[in-house]
């Protein structure tokens, strides 16, 4: 370099006898600087007004893609039908998953007791499937509906609902 383009700036006294050159940048460098600015620029325009794209477009098309591919089951939400079969069923199911919580003879533990009048969230059967599917996040019960199904759900719901009715006398 020559020493037209090394020119001291002169700011030696202000900062403890360093010296301060006012050098310009390469060409490359500044060649560079100035691509990187028109190319941003011309792919903003293209990808938001020629190729009309946008996250939110890409978005839906990548969750059409996945619905497409994977369908949502057409129902599934439990319902509750109190049968026999679904009590039987529906003990094996609750000493397997729920007996940890709430106790072997529904008598509670960790989780409430379900044999007496005062149930947290109501005893209709329409909570109980609710609150078994959907769990209760803020009190660390799971959410059991992804896990057991609408089937089984309905069959603890069963056996939960008979082992009130016979405890309270309804």
């Not at 109190?82 to 039987?88: H, K, L």
């Not at 799971?142 to 719901?157: A, D, F, M, Q, R």
Request: glycine share 10%; proline share 5%.
């Amino acid at each position: 370099m020559s020493n037209e383009t090394n020119e001291i700036l002169g700011h030696a006294d202000e900062s403890d006898g360093i010296e301060e050159y006012d050098n310009p940048l390469p060409d490359w460098w500044l060649g560079m600087f100035w691509l990187s600015i028109v190319w941003a620029f011309a792919y903003g325009i293209h990808y938001h007004f020629i190729g009309h794209r946008s996250q939110p477009k890409a978005l839906a098309a990548e969750m059409a893609a996945a619905e497409a591919r994977w369908p949502a089951q057409a129902s599934t939400a439990a319902t509750f039908a109190m049968t026999d079969a679904a009590v039987q069923a529906g003990e094996q199911v609750y000493a397997e998953n729920c007996a940890v919580c709430h106790g072997m003879e529904l008598e509670g533990g960790i989780g409430p007791g379900f044999l007496d009048d005062v149930w947290i969230h109501g005893s209709d059967p329409e909570t109980v499937v609710r609150i078994i599917t959907d769990g209760v996040p803020d009190k660390g019960m799971l959410t059991w509906g992804p896990i057991l199904g609408p089937e089984k759900i309905n069959h603890v719901t069963a056996y939960v609902r008979s082992k009130h009715q016979e405890a309270v006398g309804e």
